[in-house]
């Protein structure tokens, strides 16, 4: 029983404990959260959870839906000057962009993608539990009206996209195989996710295998459960945590949003915990180098963030389920 016990108390030791900080570029005292107000309801933003720089890098875009809410309400594509964000504000109003339409189906928005120009972009809704679709429309001075939806239950897994370089295809993470957690998709060690492409007229999928694929960008999948980002057919890059969402900074390098533990991020998702870690990190994608630009490992500042962008000595953060964004810059 003695052993019983004390393997017990070493295991809730693991399990909570935060994980070992890492030499950081950014301190929490470069660091702060601002607050988001939507600008319609006057209703604080919780749960921006994907965020994209606009070409002019003027604007930032972020998808939220604050999960926790009673009655799930629907949630909004944003925009938030980053001119502000630079300014030192410690609250901003946010320019509604899309909120859904006026159908019984709730617009719960997962991740999303900006084509390198600017002009179109497409969008993963989950408006139910164990289904998603995909609306992709143009982007005209801040505005956003889907024209295309993909739906059926081969996307109900959608999770984060990606155009190509010329917007011609969309390629799409689809983070395990069934609809509803099985156990093919919970064992550990899991790889029932895929890597689908949309041509513009049909859905294919040639990349599967994936062990929780999550975000996209520059060439490289997110497997989150792997802890790695990986190329389709190429090499992998193992990362200090479970990547999230992905975006490319002025540099080429891979920025990325990690979980440095798993678990914790679940509790803490479900409400078991009160914060998560947070870690952002800047990978050189030719030779693997890896930079760590932000750690809060006991997430007293921003917990669990899941999306970053980062350049001109400005990095910006968002959190499936904090509040605001996190902004932090570089000391004068």
């Avoid at 999928?205 to 999550?214: A, I």
Wanted: net charge negative; glycine share 10%; with cysteine.
């Amino acid at each position: 029983m003695a052993v019983i016990s004390l393997a017990l108390a070493l295991a809730g030791i693991w399990v909570f404990a935060p994980p070992t900080e890492l030499p950081a570029e950014f301190s929490e005292a470069d660091c702060r959260r601002v607050s988001l107000a939507d600008d319609v309801t006057g209703n604080l933003i919780i749960g921006a959870e994907d965020i994209a720089l606009t070409p002019s890098e003027n604007e930032l875009l972020f998808t939220a839906h604050d999960r926790r809410a009673p009655d799930n309400p629907s949630g909004g594509l944003y925009a938030v000057s980053t001119f502000a964000l630079e300014a030192g504000e410690s609250a901003l109003t946010a320019t509604r962009i899309y909120a859904g339409e006026d159908t019984d189906r709730a617009f719960r928005p997962h991740g999303f993608a900006l084509s390198r120009d600017g002009s179109r972009l497409a969008l993963v809704n989950r408006p139910t539990s164990g289904s998603a679709e995909v609306l992709i429309g143009p982007v005209e001075n801040l505005s956003w009206a889907p024209e295309e939806r993909l739906a059926g239950e081969r996307l109900c897994r959608a999770n984060d996209l990606s155009f190509t370089a010329d917007a011609a295809e969309l390629y799409i993470t689809l983070d395990r195989a069934d609809c509803a957690p099985s156990a093919q998709d919970l064992i550990p060690g899991a790889a029932s996710g895929r890597l689908a492409r949309f041509d513009g007229t049909a859905l294919t999928e040639p990349v599967l295998g994936l062990s929780f694929p999550n975000g996209l960008a520059g060439g490289y999948v997110a497997e989150t459960r792997a802890m790695q980002i990986s190329q389709p057919g190429g090499g992998a890059i193992r990362l200090p945590g479970g990547p999230d969402n992905l975006s490319v900074d002025q540099d080429g390098w891979i920025v990325a949003a990690v979980h440095p533990k798993l678990l914790q991020l679940w509790l803490y998702r479900s409400g078991w915990r009160q914060t998560a870690p947070s870690r952002i990190v800047r990978v050189d994608p030719e030779d693997g180098e890896i930079r760590v630009l932000f750690d809060d490992t006991a997430g007293r500042l921003f917990s669990g963030a899941t999306s970053a962008i980062y350049g001109n000595g400005l990095l910006v953060a968002g959190s499936a389920y904090d509040e605001g964004l996190l902004v932090c810059q570089e000391p004068f």
